[in-house]
Structures are given as C-alpha cells and as structure tokens.
C-alpha cells in the first residue's frame, strides 16, 4: 500500500484559507450591522445586542463567540452570562463614529464585492470584469458616481482601505522641502486631511470629479481642516493636474491598463516642478511576485472590477517610467502589503 504521508506536511494551510470565506463573512456581517459601532465605550450582553441588531436567538451565541475566537470582541462570562466589548482594534477602527473608522472598504466588500468574487472563475476564462458590467448595467464608476449613497460608501471604502497607509505616509514622508501638494482622485480628501494634520505648513488639494466635491467637502469641514484642504472638482483624464510640489495617486493606477497608467503619470511629471514628487500608494507587488498576496490578490480584484486594471510592482513601475525622466524612484514601505512608490522629477 502507497502511502503519501510525509512528516510535518498537514493541510492546516488549505483548509484556512480554503474556508476562509467563512471568517471573512462573519466580520463583514457584523461590521455591516454595525455592531462594533454599538459597543463603542461599553459593554453589553448578548440580549441587548439581539435587541439593537434584531437578530434571532438561534445563531447568537455561535455568531458573537465566532468573532471573540477570531480576536475582534473580548467576553467575561458565558452564553447567557456573558457580556460583550470591542477590542482595542475594532474600537479604534471599526467604529463609524470615529475618524479612524476603516469599515467602508468592509462595507463595500459586503455589498458588492463578495458576490462578485463569486465569479472568479468566469473572471479567469473570459477576462471580462464581473461586476455589474457582467450583467448590462452601468460601469463600476458611472454607477457609483450616479447614486449619491453608493457613492457617499465608496468614498468611505476608499479611505477605509487606506486610513492607516496615509496617517504612516504624512508621518514618514520629508515634507521640509515642500509647501503643496495634490491628491489626484483624492475621494473624501482624507490623504490631504492627514497630511495637513501631521504637516501644518503644507497647503492641500484634493482633486476629483464633480460629484465628489460636496462629499469631501464635509469630510473636510467636520475636520475642522477646511483652510488647509481644498476638494476642488476636475476629470483626471481630461483636465491638466493642479501644479503642486508633491503630486499622490492612493489607490489610482491600478483601475487602469498600460497606456492610461501612462498618461496619468505623465500629467503627474507635468505638474511637478523640477525635485517635487510623485506618490504611488498601492499595494506594491513585490518583484518576484511571490510574497505580497494581498496585491495579489488585489490585482485579480482589478481583474474582476475593470476592463484592463491590474496591480504592479516597482520594476513594472520603472518600466512604464521608461520614456519618463524621474531622477530617482524609491519604495516606502508603510502598513501591511502597502508601499509607496516615489518618484522625483
């Protein structure tokens, strides 16, 4: 009898990651409720939350307990005795009433791209996006950007997704040199917002399409940072980039195939004056492509949501660069799989 077994191989990996979905929907659904939202600053039982949630009592202390195993709720007592709170984690991120809230990109995971995701494997044998694209109806954008609470949580996903990258970028980055900068697709102008939090003598310009405006616009105001950030309206693709001394792209070039990956560059490069700076915050891939899953995987989701969108790593980035005289490009590592290219004119 054939025996395949070989010492210290298990299938622990396959299996985590194979039912993965099953934790990942747990803390999508619970976020989606807002139940962290609920426990800020307090305990409650499990009761109290069936009441605020409506939940039914037959999955309750399965569901609650799931999410004290996975780290994201801390419990004293058990089942009918117990008594639930927030992690430091999920209280600093994952309630919507603070600032450092990152639940939007879990929101919007929840509501669109958890179905979607459904269809890698038509994905990976047509090449066609998945979304609603799949189906005739609107692009990913012109959908967004046609519904005002679509796009009120895709403006929050975005900061969501990139709220600990831009707090480590305005920290880490040298800005002694400069005095403006402009976040291109800038979304709730919350990169200016932390730039301008952490550099008080930078002068901040978020720049996106007109429907944002009004969006980041609050955003900017219940800061309090509306003499410093500046949300002003404009097509990236078709209107000249504000001249600035530090240019940012969070999230921007992946949307996008080879030749609008270029171009958009190139309006940065134009923009900048000799020794200002390109920012690329992305989830870098690194050069082998063997380490950073997480771009990775970003990449497929690219796949998934865009017609030719794909994630890069630097050498990529250096290549699409080629024609493009930046004296130096360097990569900032920040949080997570996410790094900063940045390139200086």
């Given at each position: 009898?054939?025996?395949t077994?070989?010492?210290g ?15 990942s929907?747990?803390?999508l ?6 139940l ?8 409650l039982?499990?009761?109290?939350i ?6 039914h ?13 996975l ?7 058990i ?25 939007g ?59 600990g ?31 301008a ?13 007109p ?15 509306a003499?410093k ?24 070039l ?26 690329v915050i ?44 930046f ?19």
């Amino acid at each position: 009898m054939n025996s395949t077994a070989t010492t210290g191989v298990n299938p622990n990996q396959i299996m985590q990651v194979g039912m993965g979905f099953w934790a990942s929907k747990t803390l999508l659904t619970a976020v989606n409720m807002s139940l962290f939202t609920g426990l800020a600053g307090k305990e409650l039982s499990a009761q109290s939350i069936k009441s605020n949630l409506g939940l039914h009592q037959r999955g309750l202390y399965d569901f609650l307990d799931t999410l004290v195993a996975l780290g994201f709720l801390n419990r004293t007592g058990i089942k009918e005795n117990a008594m639930y709170a927030n992690t430091d984690e999920t209280n600093l991120f994952l309630d919507k009433n603070k600032p450092t809230y990152i639940g939007g990109i879990l929101e919007m995971a929840n509501n669109r791209l958890y179905p979607f995701w459904g269809d890698l494997e038509d994905c990976l044998k047509t090449g066609s996006p998945q979304n609603e694209a799949k189906t005739g109806e609107a692009s990913m954008f012109d959908a967004v950007y046609a519904d005002e609470d679509r796009l009120k949580e895709f403006v929050h996903a975005m900061a969501g997704v990139q709220m600990g990258n831009f707090m480590a970028f305005a920290q880490q980055f040298d800005f002694s040199n400069y005095t403006t900068i402009c976040d291109i697709g800038g979304a709730g102008g919350h990169l200016c917002a932390q730039v301008a939090l952490n550099n008080p003598h930078m002068t901040c310009t978020s720049f996106d399409l007109p429907a944002v405006t009004p969006v980041a616009q609050g955003i900017i105001n219940a800061m309090n940072l509306a003499d410093k950030v500046h949300p002003i309206s404009g097509d990236f693709f078709t209107d000249d980039f504000p001249a600035a001394d530090v240019i940012t792209m969070g999230n921007i070039l992946h949307d996008w195939g080879k030749e609008d990956k270029q171009i958009l560059i190139k309006k940065a490069y134009n923009a900048l004056p000799i020794g200002g700076a390109l920012i690329v915050i992305e989830n870098i891939i690194d050069d082998n492509r063997e380490q950073n899953a997480f771009g990775l995987m970003m990449s497929l989701n690219m796949n998934i949501e865009t017609l030719e969108g794909y994630d890069f790593s630097l050498q990529d980035f250096k290549e699409l660069t080629a024609d493009i005289t930046f004296s130096n490009i360097r990569l900032m590592p920040l949080t997570g799989p996410t790094s900063a290219i940045i390139a200086i004119k």
